[in-house]
C-alpha cells in the first residue's frame, strides 16, 4: 500500500519559492497502518495465505509418499518401471514449484485487492483536509518514501486526517465483515504474513 497515489503526495520544489500557496505535510504510511481495517485486510491476507499453505503441503506430502515407495521398491524394478516412476516423480515437482510460483502471484493480488480500498479511503479524506485548510500539496513524510527534497516549516495535518476519517465509514475490504469501529486506532498494524515457503524438492 505504498505508491497508489504518488501522484496526489508529490513534492513540487517549485511551489516553495511560492508564499501564497499553503503546504501541510503527513506520513502517509503511518496513517494508513493504523486504519483499523488495515488489520482485517492483512487477517484476510493470512486467511488466504493459510489456504494456499495447506495444498501446498498437501502435494508435498504426496511427493514424500510416492518417493519413499520408489526406494523401497527401486532394487526389484526392471529400467523400463524405473524411469517411468522418476518420470512420474519429475512432474509431481514440477507441479509443486508451479504451484508454489502461482501462489505467490495470488498472493500479491489478493493483497493489492484488499487493500485498495483503504488507500481510497485515506486518499478521500487526505482530499478533503486539503480542500477545507485550503492547502495547495500535501507531501508524504513517510521515511522511505523520499518525496520531500527540501521543506520549510509545514503544517503536519495527521490529526486532522485521523479525525475526519473517525467521521467516515469503514472500507469496503473484499471477503471481509466491516469493520466494527471507525477511524484511527492507536498502535501498528499486524505483521504482514509471509510469502509461502518452499519446500526442497527430493
Do not use: W
Not at 484488499?114 to 479524506?125: V, Y
Not at 500539496?137 to 486526517?161: A, C, F, H, K
Amino acid at each position: 500500500m505504498k505508491r497508489i497515489f504518488s501522484a496526489f503526495l508529490v513534492f513540487f520544489a517549485a511551489t516553495l519559492s511560492s508564499p501564497a500557496q499553503k503546504i501541510a505535510h503527513l506520513n502517509y504510511d503511518s496513517l494508513v497502518s493504523g486504519m483499523p481495517e488495515t488489520k482485517i485486510a492483512t487477517d484476510a491476507a493470512q486467511t488466504f495465505l493459510k489456504g494456499m499453505e495447506q495444498e501446498l503441503l498437501a502435494m508435498q506430502g504426496e511427493l514424500d509418499a510416492k518417493y519413499k515407495e520408489y526406494l523401497e521398491k527401486e532394487q526389484g524394478m526392471n529400467e523400463l518401471v524405473k524411469k517411468s516412476k522418476q518420470e512420474d516423480l519429475q512432474q509431481l515437482q514440477n507441479r509443486i514449484q508451479e504451484f508454489q510460483r502461482q501462489a505467490e502471484t495470488e498472493y500479491k493480488r489478493k493483497q493489492a485487492e484488499l487493500t485498495l480500498p483503504i488507500m481510497e479511503k485515506a486518499k478521500k479524506a487526505i482530499e478533503m483536509v486539503a480542500k477545507e485548510g485550503a492547502f495547495k500539496y500535501i507531501l508524504d513524510t513517510s521515511p522511505q518514501t523520499g518525496m520531500v527534497l527540501y521543506s520549510e516549516s509545514s503544517d503536519d495535518i495527521m490529526s486532522l486526517v485521523k479525525k475526519k476519517l473517525e467521521t467516515m465509514p469503514p472500507a469496503n475490504i473484499p471477503g471481509s465483515k466491516a469493520a466494527g469501529t471507525d477511524g484511527v486506532k492507536s498502535g501498528g498494524p499486524g505483521k504482514t504474513p509471509p510469502a509461502p515457503p518452499k519446500k526442497p524438492g527430493k
